[in-house]
């Protein structure tokens, strides 16, 4: 229970500072899948996503846990009508935080205003752990934050789910974004039911069929069961939205204004499009079959 109370009691900025310096030490130190370019520029201007951020959660966050503990204090929601231990709840609540930021995730990648916020993200060409600060913060602010209200309201979840919610999503997103060798067995064993890196990668390939799968944080269940897993071989990936490619539209001012500009969609025009005029590829690739 200690360790428990000292999660929840734990100061985010530390959690993420503390991440970031482990995962891009590592990236710094070992052999990377991809090769990176000006990687303290990328820290530094990925950084600044965090420095807006957390002077507006100064504000923001405090209206959250407001309306979030005004909706438990009245008892909403679905869990208010069963008995469930402590630790039941958190974790369930932990479950029910990530499944509704699947649905917001994916309706990010269809509805035309949450896509402008949201291709901030999907707009980093050399992705490593630092692209997870790379949020617009209105993105995090308007549309998450109000995702975890709403979390709260429909199945009655508290701070406290909320709280280890955050802890676990960030240690998956460092996972998830860093630009390091992982054991490929992680995808047949713990990516059956856990979101694994390579299931990210997939996410952030530039053709839209790949980037619009894989919307999970934690976990990968949810894309299973809703049809939006895809696969694709780490060697055939690469990163970003054409639309935003060339440094001057890699600059932290540019993309948070480019959420105000109209840019239409361009799709890729390299690598599996061979593949992808007959049929969608690598859905049911034979290299790699993932059982359910
Ligand atoms: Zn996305
Ligand atoms: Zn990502």
Redesign the pocket.
């Known amino acids: 229970m200690s360790i428990l109370n000292t999660i929840l009691h734990l100061d985010q900025n530390y959690l993420i500072i503390g991440l970031l310096a482990i995962f891009f030490t590592l990236e710094q130190v070992s052999g990377t899948p991809f090769s990176f370019k000006n990687r303290g520029k990328h820290l530094f201007q990925n950084i600044l996503y965090q420095v807006v951020l957390t002077a507006l959660n100064v504000f923001f966050v405090s209206i959250q846990v407001y309306c979030i503990e005004w909706l438990n204090t009245h008892e909403i929601g679905l869990l208010y009508l069963v008995e469930i231990p402590f630790i039941a709840k958190l974790l369930i609540g932990v479950m029910l935080y990530d499944f509704t930021t699947y649905w917001i995730h994916r309706a990010s990648h269809t509805v035309p205003f949450l896509w402008r916020l949201h291709r901030v993200?999907h707009s980093d060409t050399t992705m490593d752990s630092s692209?997870v600060l790379r949020f617009h913060p209105l993105e995090l602010i308007l549309v998450y934050q109000t995702g975890n209200i709403l979390a709260a309201g429909i199945f009655g979840l508290d701070v406290n789910a909320m709280v280890l919610y955050y802890f676990v999503i960030y240690i998956f997103l460092f996972l998830?974004?860093s630009n390091l060798h992982y054991p490929t067995w992680l995808n047949n064993t713990f990516g059956l039911i856990f979101v694994m890196p390579d299931h990210?990668r997939v996410?952030?390939q530039q053709e839209q069929f790949y980037t619009d799968s894989n919307y999970a944080d934690i976990f990968i269940l949810w894309d299973r069961i809703f049809g939006t897993f895809k696969w694709m071989p780490v060697e055939k990936m690469k990163y970003g939205l054409v639309e935003f490619e060339g440094e001057e539209k890699q600059s932290f001012l540019y993309l948070m204004k480019s959420t105000f500009l109209h840019i239409e969609r361009v799709e890729s025009p390299n690598l599996n499009t061979e593949t992808n005029k007959n049929s969608p590829p690598c859905e049911e690739d034979n290299s790699f079959k993932t059982p359910l």
């Open positions: 993200h692209t998830e974004h990210h996410h952030h």
